[in-house]
Nanobody
Framework: QLQFVESGGGLVQPGGSLRLSCAVPGFTLANLAIGWFRQAPGKEREGVSCLSSGAGISNYADSVKGRFTISRDSAKNTVYLQMNSLNAEDTAVYYC???????????????????WGQGTQFTVAS
């Protein structure tokens, strides 16, 4: 059973930046397609960004394109989500999890519904 551990949340001002981290202890992340998802209060969980295994091809939701960047540090076995130009609509609990394996791409949906970690919360407020 894979365990997903998110970190990096907090409070950030509008227009600010934040970086979230995702670790999967005991598993090589380069072999796994990973996605970031978020759930705002009163809303359904939505896909934010994903990164394919291997070559690391990325996809983004339209709402975060140009502001968020997903990346992987194989040496640290960690996937990051760099978030810039944050606004109040980005406030949510953010989760990372595995996404379905696709050759040369990734898709913004979870591989399984029982692979969710605790998530990390951040709030955009002045």
């Amino acid at each position: 059973q894979l365990q997903f551990v998110e970190s990096g949340g907090g409070l950030v001002q509008p227009g600010g930046s934040l970086r979230l981290s995702c670790a999967v202890p005991g598993f090589t992340l380069a072999n796994l397609a990973i996605g970031w998802f978020r759930q705002a209060p009163g809303k359904e969980r939505e896909g934010v960004s994903c990164l394919s295994s291997g070559a690391g091809i990325s996809n983004y939701a339209d709402s975060v394109k140009g502001r968020f960047t997903i990346s992987r540090d194989s040496a640290k076995n960690t996937v990051y989500l760099q978030m810039n130009s944050l606004n109040a609509e980005d406030t949510a609990v953010y989760y990372c999890t595995a996404t379905p394996p696709l050759l040369g791409s990734c898709i913004l949906k979870p591989l399984r519904n029982d692979y969710w970690g605790q998530g990390t919360q951040f709030t955009v407020a002045s």
